[in-house]
């Protein structure tokens, strides 16, 4: 399986502390590990999926979407709850 990610995830995983990266991390691991386990969208959002993880013990929700015919896992964005929803439609 092949991972990509936007730019605009790269950027903001350059701002993460270590602690922060490991538990992103492990999430990205998780999803590769099983690419249905994050809750599909509808409406504008059709086909994404966002999967809510702990980081340092908050809330986050990092949204990909999974193409079975190029086995690719497309990293989205991540963040915590605030705005995540609008900033995601801005950046598709």
């Known amino acids: 399986?092949?991972?990509?990610?936007y730019?605009?995830?790269f950027r903001s995983l350059n701002r993460l502390h270590k602690?922060?990266?490991k538990d992103l991390d492990d999430a990205v691991r998780a999803v590769a590990e099983n690419t249905n386990i994050g809750e599909l969208k509808k409406g504008d959002l059709n086909g994404i999926r966002v999967y809510k993880f702990r980081?340092?013990?908050?809330l986050a929700l990092l949204a990909y979407e999974y193409n079975e015919e190029k086995d690719e896992l497309i990293l989205l964005a991540f963040g915590s709850h605030e705005n995540f929803y609008r900033d995601l439609k801005k950046k598709i």
């Open 1 to 5: 399986m092949e991972i990509l990610h």
């Open 19 to 21: 602690n922060e990266k």
């Open 55 to 58: 980081m340092v013990n908050k």
């Open 7 to 9: 730019p605009s995830f």
